[in-house]
């Protein structure tokens, strides 16, 4: 079992920027690929970034890469995403996940655990 507790999340203005926090505890951290997902009111949860068990790989989706950066520190269990230049349409609950298999998937059913979210909002 893993745990998953998101922090971070909050209300900042576009263009702003957000650091996002995942505490994982059970399992051995280390040997989960760690994504984060997000899914605004109305719509579909959709994949944002994923990073391999030791950092060294990540994927992220076409609408965040060059603005957000995720990243893990296994010695604190802790995933995290850099969010930069947000923008209104980045509004949404935002979940990290842990998943036992080896690939980058971009797909929820891919992940095994999930944090109860955190809520970002980005203001005009």
């Known amino acids: 079992q893993v745990q998953l507790v998101e922090s971070g999340g909050g209300l900042v203005q576009a263009g702003g920027s957000l650091r996002l926090s995942c505490a994982a505890s059970g399992r051995t951290f280390s040997s989960t690929v760690m994504g984060w997902f997000r899914q605004a009111p109305g719509k579909e949860r959709e994949f944002v970034a994923a990073i391999s068990w030791l950092g060294g790989y990540t994927n992220y989706a076409d609408s965040v890469k060059g603005r957000f950066t995720i990243s893990r520190d296994n010695a604190k269990n802790t995933v995290y995403l850099q969010m930069n230049s947000l923008k209104p349409e980045d509004t949404a609950v935002y979940h990290c996940?842990?998943?036992?298999?080896?690939?980058?998937?971009?797909?929820?059913?891919?992940?095994?655990?999930w944090g109860q979210g955190t809520q970002v909002t980005v203001s005009s």
């Open positions: 996940a842990a998943s036992v298999g080896v690939r980058l998937t971009t797909t929820p059913g891919s992940y095994n655990y």
